[in-house]
Structures are given as C-alpha cells and as structure tokens.
C-alpha cells in the first residue's frame, strides 16, 4: 500500500507541475497578445510622444513671450507717435 501511496503521490505531484507549466506558458502568451493589441491601439490612436509635446509646449511659450514683448513695442511706439485727429 506504501508503494502505491507514493506513487500515486508521485504522479499527482508531477501532473500539477505539468498544470503549473502549463499555466505559466498561457499566461505568457496572453500577456504578448495583449501587448501587442494595446501597442496596435495606441498606435491607432496617433497619440503624440512626450517629448513632442513638451517641445511645441516650449515653443508655444516663447511666441507669447515675443507676442507680448512686441505688444510692449507697439504700445510704446503709439505713444510716441503724434496723434492725428480722424
């Protein structure tokens, strides 16, 4: 009884190795099928890098200072200039 026991035991303990493995390699693979379903969705999206953003943003933020500094100009230069009467 002892050595039908163990064997028993044996091939129980092989077989949910077998299942573990099992597993483990399905999860992979719907891990990598889910990346690659995310990845063709943010591609699809057309969603702009960080880097590109922060860049425009940057560049957004130097025209309206050169927007405001020549509104400072012309402000200066219109009083300046000698009134005309319409």
Known sequence: MTQTSNRLFDEMARLMNDAAGAAQGVKREVETVMRGQAERILRDLDLVKREEFEAVKEMARLAREENEAL????????????????
């Open 71 to 86: 509104k400072a100009r012309l402000d200066a230069l219109e009083k300046k200039a000698p009134s005309t009467g319409a």
